[in-house]
């Protein structure tokens, strides 16, 4: 298998061949077992877009991780239709009935045969409906995944109502000034009209999923000094920790971000608000999970 390079490669499911991208770095160990990264992409977008977004790739050379961008297929021709069957009603992957999760199992099976990967140590995360899915995939794939990283959309309201077993730790990331996903209930409820609707809230999102872990915690909160102050977004973090001492989850609100990836490019989607340069999210995300499997 290549390394040091981005290298295009396909899975077949069910008689169908689906798409990704993967990078080895150049200076991961042969004889031991290398931390596997997930990372997808938002809806209409694809994986070659996704590695510029994130740079996941170029923190997997320093951090010795392999990382893999799946790419969803686009089910009829409009270019928005290329999304990831996160579960919600009028997703055109949902009512194709397009199986991401059975993409998903099977690129990791494979990745678990032909490569050393720990199986302790496989990560998933994602970008606005890749940031959906992401926790869908930690719902319905139970003990696959050792930590979730979402940044710019949340849950699903369909899976509020569901008991889940013990989830991985959470960490997320929105912008309070989001113009395509509600950053909260009030939001979706006012007189703004939002690309995405059926989702949950960023804070009823981590709420309920600090709940499947733990029905006694509490919220530490403290606002990051700035990097710079010729960015107008400041970055408040919250620490989720149960009475066990446990951090179930991690929920950073960009204030004044908008639904943009933090730290990548200046210049993203027009429309999309502004660009938050006070973290950036690719390190602040693996560095969770970095946090995840080194206790």
């Known amino acids: 298998m290549k390394r040091g390079e981005l290298v295009k490669d396909t899975v077949d499911i069910a008689g169908e061949t689906r798409k990704y991208l993967y990078y080895i770095p150049v200076?991961?160990?042969?004889?031991?077992?290398?931390?596997?990264?997930l990372s997808f992409h938002g809806a209409g977008s694809d994986a070659a877009y996704h590695t510029r977004?994130?740079?996941?790739?170029?923190?997997?050379?320093?951090?010795?991780?392999?990382?893999?961008?799946?790419?969803?297929?686009?089910?009829?021709?409009?270019?928005?239709?290329?999304?990831?069957?996160?579960?919600?009603?009028?997703?055109?992957?949902?009512?194709?009935?397009?199986?991401?999760?059975?993409?998903?199992e099977e690129l990791i099976s494979q990745w678990k045969t032909s490569f050393h990967i720990d199986a302790n140590k496989v990560y998933a995360t994602g970008f606005?409906?890749?940031?959906?899915?992401?926790?869908?995939?930690?719902?319905?794939?139970?003990?696959?995944?050792?930590?979730?990283?979402?940044?710019?959309?949340?849950?699903?309201?369909?899976?509020?109502?569901?008991q889940a077993d013990e989830l991985p730790p959470l960490l997320f990331i929105m912008g309070n000034d989001d113009p395509i996903v509600p950053f909260s209930e009030a939001d979706g409820n006012g007189e703004h009209t939002y690309a995405i609707d059926g989702l949950l809230g960023a804070k009823a999102t981590v709420e309920w999923w600090v709940n499947q872990t733990s029905t006694s915690w509490k919220v530490t909160k403290e606002r990051l000094d700035p990097l710079t102050l010729h960015d107008p977004t400041r970055v408040e973090e919250n620490?989720?920790?149960?009475?066990?001492?446990?951090?179930?989850?991690?929920?950073?609100?960009?204030?004044?971000?908008?639904?943009?990836?933090?730290?990548?490019?200046?210049?993203?989607?027009?429309?999309?608000?502004?660009?938050c340069s006070q973290i950036t999210a690719s390190k602040v995300i693996f560095g969770f999970f970095q946090s995840s499997f080194t206790k």
């Not at 997997?60 to 409009?78: G, H, L, M, R």
């Not at 899915?133 to 794939?141: D, G, P, V, Y």
């Open 27 to 37: 200076s991961l160990k042969d004889n031991s077992a290398a931390p596997m990264l």
């Open 53 to 104: 977004l994130t740079s996941f790739h170029k923190l997997a050379e320093t951090e010795q991780f392999i990382v893999v961008y799946p790419e969803s297929k686009q089910v009829n021709a409009d270019p928005l239709s290329k999304q990831w069957n996160d579960g919600r009603e009028g997703n055109p992957a949902y009512e194709a009935g397009v199986n991401d999760v059975q993409f998903v």
């Open 128 to 162: 606005s409906n890749g940031s959906s899915f992401s926790l869908k995939l930690a719902l319905e794939m139970p003990g696959a995944f050792a930590a979730v990283g979402a940044v710019g959309a949340t849950l699903p309201a369909l899976y509020q109502n569901k």
């Open 239 to 275: 620490i989720y920790t149960t009475n066990e001492g446990k951090i179930a989850a991690a929920l950073y609100i960009v204030k004044g971000g908008g639904h943009t990836w933090p730290g990548g490019p200046k210049v993203q989607s027009p429309g999309f608000g502004k660009v």
